[in-house]
């Protein structure tokens, strides 16, 4: 199993089970970040917004992937979607383990939606703010999930990302086991203990 961050909340799960990309943004709309040609099984949108949204940047195989997604319908902010919509969790499920991508997650997550999550080993959660729950939050949410391996996406860095949200930094100070690797990429399976990882962003 392979993850690959593009950037902002785009990922490619590459698995044994097919590959999928998660929130393929369009050009222009994420200062600093520009996605290469991605090629996958499948591709999965947690909102209609341009800067995840954009499922033409993605060439499909054409293959059915053999792994499970559950889907679980929440909030792009904390008045229900009324600032900005509808958001949705994804879960993959692929060689025994679950990764979930959290979307533009505006909110915490109820105990029925926490429910419906179960058992994560990979979490992929907004940490910038503005647009999505904040620093704060996502650390709540993070403890309240309890994945082996949690990864922060949308926000700010050096060169990349909207002016409006927060460094990882904010985050990181919340957190322990915070492990910084020198690539984008990483297998689950090498990655020892329970840590949070700050991936280097492919721009950088």
Same mark, same amino acid.
């Given at each position: 199993?392979?993850?690959?961050? $593009?950037?902002?909340? +785009? *990922? &490619? ?7 999928? %990309?998660?929130?393929? $943004?369009?050009?222009?709309? %994420?200062?600093? &970040? ?27 195989? !054409?293959?059915?992937?053999? *792994? ?20 949705? @969790? ?14 533009? &997650? ?22 910038? !703010? $503005?647009?999505? @729950? ?25 060169? *990349?990302? $909207?002016?409006? @949200?927060?460094?990882?930094?904010? *985050? ?5 086991? %915070? ?23 492919? +721009?950088?």
């Amino acid at each position: 199993m392979k993850l690959t961050w $593009y950037g902002h909340s +785009c *990922f &490619l799960l590459e698995t044994a089970e097919g590959s999928v %990309v998660f929130d393929p $943004y369009a050009p222009g709309s %994420v200062p600093g &970040l520009k996605l290469p040609p991605l090629r996958a099984d499948a591709v999965l949108c947690s909102h209609g917004h341009r800067d995840h949204g954009f499922a033409g940047a993605v060439r499909l195989s !054409g293959k059915e992937p053999a *792994f499970r997604v559950t889907k679980i319908d929440c909030c792009h902010d904390e008045k229900r979607g009324a600032l900005r919509g509808v958001n949705t @969790i994804h879960i993959v499920e692929a060689e025994g383990r679950r990764i979930a991508h959290l979307g533009d &997650l505006g909110h915490e997550l109820s105990a029925e939606q926490l429910a419906a999550l179960g058992r994560v080993d990979v979490l992929l959660i907004p940490v910038g !703010g $503005y647009y999505t @729950i904040d620093a704060k939050t996502a650390c709540r949410v993070a403890e309240a999930v309890g994945a082996r391996l949690t990864v922060p996406m949308h926000y700010r860095g050096t060169g *990349f990302g $909207y002016e409006v @949200i927060g460094p990882v930094e904010d *985050f990181l100070r919340l957190r322990e086991s %915070v492990v910084r690797l020198d690539t984008n990429a990483f297998d689950p399976a090498k990655i020892e203990g329970t840590a949070t990882l700050v991936l280097k962003c492919p +721009c950088q």
